[in-house]
């Protein structure tokens, strides 16, 4: 008779069991291995698992993220807010970090180097978890009261609103920072690469998530006051024009006053250059500063006002021009470029000229930097034209954030502008600006022996060719000697103006070279901002030594070269410095103009003993 089926065909689970019991000895080392293998499937399943829901998380985050930005695509009717979004992902989070605890994660995390990938994993779904829960979570809360507190006519703010929400902003500003901490110290570099790319891609989202929400947590404090919560607040806001470059980007052009009331604003006037040409600033910038840039007589010519990068020094001679202009006391003073503006009409649309031209977001550089120059050889006419391009925008950007259905992208707009320092800000009042100073926004030029690069362009001769000029640096960290370190820093600016089609305003030269110049050659003051405590070793220019103007600026040494750009041509600066042995790469100065400087740098190596 055939035997019963269960005795066919053994499975290879009770061999083993089997197996086992008949060698004794070996029973407990059979339990240990079961439950390794127990718990390894268990870490795969519910790593597999996690993965899923952090995915999701993701998946509405970006949606979200996009949904926000300018030009993004507007919400349908009846579509979660961003604060129901937000709390969708917390949930996944949360889920993720459930799955990645318990005995078998916690076990296996701390196995030496067997361990790092899930120490990695355990430790980003925890991060993942705070940081939708404690950041995003309240972020999304604020903004959206903020947002729907805001008024429909001119852009009113409910600035106790905004005032209510500071603890919360400055807690979760706090909190970003923490998980950005704990993120870094993860393992890196483990046997999984998956693991290790969970690891980068969160701490890429933490770099934008944590100087978002300090600025989040600075305007909640700074905002009421600065909008005149206690009382009305009036501000100088100036037009740089990048075609000519300057040390906080470009040419003090056209400028209006804003004015600031329990969050209502609203521009007073709006006037040219020529109203303050003539007048001259009482005010003080120290020893250091007139050695540096007196002989430009910044504070008594208002197109010299901003040649150093330093921007609290150009708002300062703002205001003290203004009070002696117009007698008005002033309570900071904001700049804005072009490239700004482009910025901002992305999110609250085009505006309209008196003569029916359509300033956009993609023409407004371009128009107001290069074709207005012959659509109006005339001067008077031209200066007036900048006035109505400056006007027409201001009233959009006015009626955009009065505009529920742009207010959040104009908002987030704004945001970026101020990121990149495109925008910046200066508050007469004390307290105001030592929170404004530690931002891009404030433009300041930091002091301090961390290492630093900047390269900084002034216009030397009365061209606005500065339109046309691409920028190059390259940053490299070399050997430690005994005097310190060796870097080397090779900057090229290259002049693409055309050779004719140029309208005479654009290249004629006030600076009356002894040599003779073509039409679209260009002359620049070039400096060279360097490390606190850095030594020139040796200078060139196109390979020649060269000998270079050395001044210091807020403790940074500072060389500049004046030098002939001709049209089509391309020059280069090398410094070979000494610098205070440091492992960390330099922070750079940005200054902005029509194109962006293009920079590399090499990471330094330690310095041995």
């Known amino acids: 008779m055939p035997r019963p089926e269960r005795g066919l065909a053994p499975s290879i689970a009770d061999r083993a069991v089997r197996w086992c019991r008949r060698r004794p000895v070996l029973a407990a080392w059979c339990a240990v291995t079961g439950l390794v293998l127990a718990g390894a499937a268990w870490i795969a399943v519910t790593g597999l698992l996690a993965r899923h829901e952090l995915q999701a998380a993701q998946r509405t985050l970006e949606s979200l993220r996009h949904r926000a930005a300018p030009g993004g695509p507007a919400a349908a009717p009846g579509t979660r807010t961003p604060a129901d979004a937000v709390r969708d992902a917390a949930a996944r989070a949360a889920e993720a970090h459930r799955l990645t605890t318990g005995p078998a994660w916690y076990t296996a995390a701390h196995l030496p180097v067997l361990g790092d990938p899930v ?175 007196g002989r430009h007589a910044p504070t008594g010519v208002w197109v010299n006002s901003n040649v150093s990068p330093h921007f609290p020094h150009a708002a300062r001679i703002w205001s003290a021009m203004w009070r002696a202009h117009s007698g008005q006391r002033l309570d900071g003073a904001f700049a804005l470029d072009p ?140 050997r430690c000697t005994a005097a310190g370190r060796e870097v080397t820093v090779t900057a090229s600016l290259t002049n693409r103006a055309p050779g004719s089609g140029l309208p005479a305003y654009v290249t004629q030269r006030v600076d009356r070279p002894p040599y003779r110049t073509r039409p679209g050659d260009n002359r620049l003051l070039v400096s060279y901002y360097a490390t606190e405590g850095a030594r020139l070793a040796r200078a060139t220019v196109d390979g020649r030594p060269a000998m270079l103007n050395q001044m210091t600026e807020r403790g940074h040494p500072v060389y500049t070269v004046d030098m002939e750009l001709p049209r089509g041509a391309t020059r280069t600066l090398v410094l070979e410095l000494l610098e205070r042995p440091s492992d960390r790469p330099p922070l750079l100065l940005h200054q902005r103009l029509v194109q962006p400087l293009r920079f590399t740098a090499r990471p330094p190596g330690p310095c041995d003993g």
């Open 119 to 293: 120490r990695t994993v355990r430790g980003a779904a925890e991060a993942a978890d705070r940081l939708t829960r404690d950041v995003l979570s309240p972020l999304a809360d604020t903004a959206g009261e903020l947002v729907a507190g805001a008024g429909a006519d001119g852009g009113h703010l409910d600035l106790s609103a905004l005032r209510r929400a500071a603890p919360a902003l400055h807690a979760a500003s706090r909190h970003a920072s923490e998980v950005r901490a704990d993120v870094a110290a993860l393992p890196r570099g483990t046997w999984l690469p998956a693991a290790d790319r969970a690891r980068a891609l969160l701490a890429g989202q933490l770099d934008l998530v944590v100087p978002a929400t300090a600025e989040a947590a600075v305007a909640a404090r700074l905002m009421p006051s600065m909008l005149g919560e206690r009382g009305p607040r009036r501000y100088l806001v100036v037009f740089e024009n990048t075609a000519e470059a300057r040390g906080t980007g470009g040419l003090p052009g056209a400028f209006a006053i804003l004015t600031a009331d329990r969050g209502r604003l609203g521009f007073e006037r709006f006037g040219n250059d020529g109203e303050l040409a003539k007048v001259r600033a009482s005010v003080d910038l120290g020893a250091e500063y007139t050695a540096m840039h």
């Open 339 to 478: 490239g700004a503006l482009a910025g901002l009409l992305t999110a609250a649309g085009p505006a309209k000229l008196p003569d029916g031209t359509s300033v956009t977001a993609a023409n407004v550089v371009d128009l107001t930097e290069r074709t207005s120059y012959a659509a109006f050889p005339d001067t008077v006419e031209r200066k007036a034209f900048f006035l109505d391009v400056a006007r027409a925008t201001s009233e959009v950007l006015l009626d955009g954030a009065g505009d529920p259905a742009r207010r959040s992208a104009l908002f987030a707009a704004l945001r970026g502008q101020l990121r990149e320092g495109r925008v910046k800000v200066w508050s007469a009042h004390p307290s105001e600006q030592r929170e404004l100073a530690s931002h891009p926004f404030g433009g300041v030029l930091p002091d301090g022996p961390a290492p630093f690069a900047g390269l900084v362009v002034n216009n030397a001769a009365g061209t606005k060719l500065d339109f046309y000029l691409d920028r190059r640096m390259d940053w490299r960290a070399g």
